[in-house]
């Protein structure tokens, strides 16, 4: 009688599938030919700077 098979080459063990979910989709290079992936907008510029003036009086007489 011809041996059942149950494990999944394709899938792989319980360790390569846990492997697979965290680490996500594979990267790899685009191919020759393809359009280029969008890329992130550029970061804002950071907001104006504000001025502010203080004026600083004392009514206190200045000693001798």
């Known amino acids: 009688m011809a041996?059942?098979?149950k494990f999944d080459p394709a899938a792989g063990n319980a360790i390569a599938?846990?492997?697979k979910a965290a680490m996500?989709?594979?990267v790899r290079p685009a191919e020759?030919?393809?359009p280029a992936?969008?890329?992130k907008p550029a970061?804002?510029?950071p907001p104006a700077t504000t001025w502010l003036s203080l004026n600083v009086k004392?009514?206190?007489e200045?000693?001798?």
Do not use: S, V, Y
């Open 62 to 64: 200045p000693e001798d």
């Open 24 to 26: 996500g989709e594979p």
């Open 37 to 39: 992936a969008p890329r």
């Open 43 to 45: 970061p804002e510029p």
């Open 58 to 60: 004392t009514d206190a």
């Open 32 to 34: 020759p030919g393809t």
């Open 3 to 5: 041996e059942i098979r």
């Open 17 to 19: 599938q846990a492997l």
